[in-house]
């Protein structure tokens, strides 16, 4: 006869910390409209202790924009994904603009302006 063995003594799922960087960086992705045209994607680092992580985010965006405004989505966002698809607190989200890209006008010759 199988004996029941109860919850807390069958074991623990450990999600590798380059697993949780992959989360948050696609999360990076999600918040922002896309990466800036000659850009790069959104990088995380993080670190895991326990049922914590703090993250570091490094993105590229385009300027003119609200950076503020963009940053605080991409905290947001990282947060709450990583919450729900690896179950663990995110008290810190560091987020670093690598880059800006300036918006370049359409139909503009490229050169001296006369």
Known sequence: MATQ????ERGATRIADRVVA???????REALDGVPDDGSPPHA????????????????LDYPADIGTQC???RRQVTERVRTLAGMEVPEVAVQVERLHPARTRGTARGRIR
């Open 72 to 74: 605080g989505a991409v």
């Open 5 to 8: 063995v109860a919850p807390a």
């Open 45 to 60: 680092t993080v670190t895991v202790h326990h049922d914590t992580a703090r993250v570091r985010i490094s993105l590229e």
């Open 22 to 28: 992959k989360i948050a960086a696609y999360a990076a």
